[in-house]
């Protein structure tokens, strides 16, 4: 074992659920240079090509008990940060969306989140400080109509209230939570909701080493708005 792998040993673990697309791959190149990352997406290291040699890859179905049950297994040790990247988008006429697509975008934004903090929490306890990290909708803080993503604004405000639920929980546990509240990601498909420009990837990255970095206990329950102030035009 070459010396890289020894500091990559003794580095924090990070555990980064839905890695693939390009939330997931910033948080990637960001949280690299402090943590060992495990990486999960449903395919495993197939749907992760930007893999070092000191990550490690693992298959992941975040809605299925013994998907999640493996991937703890394992795990080299209890990790000390954990990003949810998960989420399907539907762009639909909420007089045309049929229960089960509705049901199936909550689930992917909303369920998969909770069962990421179900079965994270305990071995993020063993922790003195800890953190969840999550993606949420930009400028969902206040609840407004959306006839054309109904499904996922609706998932992304239950994930916003979610949040603020955890950091005020696990808060005596040294464990802080928070949401960036993102807009369109360069290199994500361009939305036909928007003409936004794209959100930087640096400032992506950026965000999330400032709210994973020092200050992240004393900012727990923090919504970061990540967008340039489009849905305020």
Same mark, same amino acid.
């Given at each position: 074992m070459g010396p890289r792998h020894l500091r990559a040993m003794k580095k924090p673990l990070a +555990? =980064?659920?839905g890695a693939a697309g390009p939330v997931g791959r910033a948080a990637m190149e960001e949280l690299r240079k402090e943590y060992r990352l495990v990486a999960t997406s449903r395919s495993g290291a197939k749907g992760l090509p930007t893999l070092c040699s000191q990550d490690i890859a693992l298959p992941l179905d975040a809605l299925n008990e013994a998907s999640w049950l493996q991937? =703890?297994?394992q795990l080299p040790r209890a990790p000390q940060l954990v990003v949810h990247c998960v989420g399907d988008f539907l762009l639909e006429p909420l007089d045309q969306v049929t229960p089960d697509r509705f049901d199936a975008v909550v689930e992917s934004n909303l369920s998969s989140a909770f069962r990421t903090y179900y079965h994270m929490a305990p071995l993020l306890r063993q922790s003195t400080q800890s953190g969840l990290l999550y993606f949420g909708l930009a400028h969902g803080q206040a609840v407004q109509s959306e006839p054309r993503i109904s499904a996922y604004y609706a998932a992304k405000q239950g994930l916003k209230s979610l949040v603020k639920s955890i950091a005020a929980q696990e808060a005596q546990n040294g464990m802080s939570c928070h949401l960036i509240a993102l807009g369109f990601v360069a290199g994500s498909p361009q939305p036909t909701t928007t003409q936004q420009a794209p959100v930087p990837v640096e400032q992506l990255r950026a965000a999330i080493?400032? &709210? /994973?970095?020092? &200050?992240? %206990? %004393? &900012? #727990?329950? /923090? =919504? +970061?708005? &990540? #967008?340039?102030?489009? !849905? +305020? !035009?």
């Amino acid at each position: 074992m070459g010396p890289r792998h020894l500091r990559a040993m003794k580095k924090p673990l990070a +555990l =980064i659920v839905g890695a693939a697309g390009p939330v997931g791959r910033a948080a990637m190149e960001e949280l690299r240079k402090e943590y060992r990352l495990v990486a999960t997406s449903r395919s495993g290291a197939k749907g992760l090509p930007t893999l070092c040699s000191q990550d490690i890859a693992l298959p992941l179905d975040a809605l299925n008990e013994a998907s999640w049950l493996q991937v =703890i297994e394992q795990l080299p040790r209890a990790p000390q940060l954990v990003v949810h990247c998960v989420g399907d988008f539907l762009l639909e006429p909420l007089d045309q969306v049929t229960p089960d697509r509705f049901d199936a975008v909550v689930e992917s934004n909303l369920s998969s989140a909770f069962r990421t903090y179900y079965h994270m929490a305990p071995l993020l306890r063993q922790s003195t400080q800890s953190g969840l990290l999550y993606f949420g909708l930009a400028h969902g803080q206040a609840v407004q109509s959306e006839p054309r993503i109904s499904a996922y604004y609706a998932a992304k405000q239950g994930l916003k209230s979610l949040v603020k639920s955890i950091a005020a929980q696990e808060a005596q546990n040294g464990m802080s939570c928070h949401l960036i509240a993102l807009g369109f990601v360069a290199g994500s498909p361009q939305p036909t909701t928007t003409q936004q420009a794209p959100v930087p990837v640096e400032q992506l990255r950026a965000a999330i080493g400032h &709210l /994973t970095g020092p &200050l992240a %206990q %004393q &900012l #727990s329950g /923090t =919504i +970061l708005d &990540l #967008s340039g102030g489009w !849905r +305020l !035009r």
